[in-house]
């Protein structure tokens, strides 16, 4: 089990972003949930479903062109690879990223910019594999409205929940 703490301050300037935009775009969990395709059918970009693929050789990935769009909600998502941190699924028009915004949050001593010893951080933390975890918007609020000064994440192999 691993505590990832967040400065309030860093994680509130990423629900701003939420808050401020006009769209969302579909995270790794979305991508994957049949609930979110139009007609409950995950599909890659060629139109295929998994079993197609598979069946072709292939290896399936899902697109996001049959995303139901009203489907979509604000979130986090929590970020293991060069580091370990939080940014949204804010869709703002151009390619703008997250960093280029200015809108990433570091877990505490996983900054690679400022912690020395942030991938060993990230390994004890995360895990040594990458990957993303999506974090429901209501935890900010949680936090928020219990007047938290960091924002806590408990992370195991198998959960992932809000420590307040």
């Known amino acids: 089990m691993a505590l990832l703490t967040?400065?309030?301050s860093?994680?509130?300037?990423?629900a701003e972003e939420l808050n401020e935009?006009?769209?969302?775009?579909?995270?790794m969990?979305?991508?994957f949930d049949p609930e979110k395709h139009e007609g409950g059918v995950v599909l890659d970009a060629e139109g295929r479903t998994a079993a197609q693929v598979e069946e072709a050789g292939g290896l399936f990935w899902p697109s996001a062109k049959?995303?139901?769009?009203?489907?979509?909600?604000?979130?986090?998502?929590?970020?293991?690879?060069r580091g370990v941190y939080l940014i949204t699924n804010a869709k703002f028009e151009g390619d703008s990223t997250p960093a280029?915004?200015?809108?990433?949050?570091?877990?505490?001593?996983?900054?690679?910019?400022v912690d020395e010893d942030y991938y060993e951080n990230k390994v004890a933390l995360f895990g040594g594999d990458d990957g993303t975890v999506t974090i429901p918007y209501q935890w900010y609020v949680l936090a928020k409205e219990k007047g938290k000064r960091v924002f806590k994440i408990k992370l195991s192999s198998s959960s992932v929940s809000l420590v307040m």
Do not use: H, W
């Not at 280029?100 to 910019?113: D, F, I, K, M």
């Open 6 to 8: 967040f400065k309030m």
């Open 10 to 14: 860093d994680v509130a300037r990423l």
């Open 21 to 27: 935009a006009p769209g969302f775009s579909a995270t």
């Open 29 to 31: 969990d979305q991508l």
């Open 66 to 81: 049959n995303i139901r769009v009203d489907a979509l909600e604000r979130c986090f998502q929590l970020v293991g690879d």
């Open 100 to 113: 280029s915004r200015g809108t990433v949050a570091y877990a505490n001593g996983c900054n690679p910019e």
